[in-house]
C-alpha cells in the first residue's frame, strides 16, 4: 500500500466521521425513538442516518471498495479493500445521555485492518491508527495517544463494557484475571479503548465482539503502543471466537492471555 493511497484512505476516513458527527451530535439528549434489533440491542435513526451518510461517500470517493456496516450490512464482498462502519458503538450510552460511545471507522486490506478511527462527536475527540504509524489523537480536552508502562496485573486497570456481556463468554477466565488485577471498570465500549489508547485503562477484556466492533482498534491500539487481540492470544480476525483482548504495555498480555485461561 503506498503512502499515496494511505492519504486519500485517510481523507476519506475523516470525511465520513465529520459527516457522521453532524448526524449524530444534534440527536445527542433528546427524546429519540429507540427501536431494539433482533438480538435486542437499540438502534436509532442516528445510527442509521450516520451510516447511509457514510456509506454515500464511500459510493462516491472510492465505489471499487467493499463496505460492510453494522445497519445494512455487505456490499461488494470481492473487493481487496473493505470498509466496517458501526455508526454508534454504545448505542446505549448514547440514548441515556452518556458521551461514551463513538463511531467506528476500519480499512481492512485482504481482511487486515490497516486504518482505524474512533471519532466521538459530543467531546470532539478522535484517535486515528495507520498500520505501521503512531497513533494520532485529536481533542480539544487534552491528552496525548500513547499507552501508560503497567508490567504487573496487581498494579494494572481493568475495563469491560457491561457485565451482561461476560455472562455469555466462553469460558469464565476473565473471573481470574479480575481477581488479579488492581481495580476494574464497567462502561464505555470503544470510548474505553480510546482512554487505553491515552494512557488511562491497561487491560479491556470483552467478547461478543464483531468485527466492526474491534477492527478500527486494532491499529489505534498498536499504534499507541499497546497489543490487541483475542483472549487466548491469537490475532483476531472475523472467524475468530468473538472474545477481545486489549493491553497497553505489551509486557502485560502473556500475564493477561495466562489469567484468562485459568479458570477459577
Known sequence: MSTQDLSVFLDVANMMADAARCVIRPWFRTSI????????SPVTIADRTAERVMRAI???????????GEEFGLENEVAQYRWLLDPVDGTRSFVTGRPLFGTLIALLKDGVPVLGLIDQAVTEERWIGVSGQPTQFVSRLGGKAGTRRCKELGLAELSCTSPE???IAPH??????????KRMTWGGDC??????????IDIIAECDMNPWDWAALVPIIEGAGGRITAWDGTPLHADGDRTVLAVGDVLLHEKAV???????
Do not use: I, N
Not at 425513538?33 to 435486542?40: C, E, P, R, S
Not at 469464565?172 to 488485577?181: A, E, F
Not at 470510548?191 to 488511562?200: I, S, V
Not at 495466562?258 to 477459577?264: G, I, K, N, S, V
Open 172 to 181: 469464565q477466565g476473565w473471573k481470574t484475571l479480575k481477581k488479579s488485577v
Open 165 to 167: 456481556m461476560l455472562e
Open 191 to 200: 470510548y474505553a479503548y480510546g482512554l487505553l489508547a491515552l494512557g488511562q
Open 58 to 68: 464511500l459510493a462516491e470517493r472510492l465505489p471499487d471498495h467493499g463496505v460492510f
Open 33 to 40: 425513538g429507540v427501536v431494539d434489533k433482533l438480538d435486542q
Open 258 to 264: 495466562q489469567a484468562l485461561a485459568h479458570m477459577p
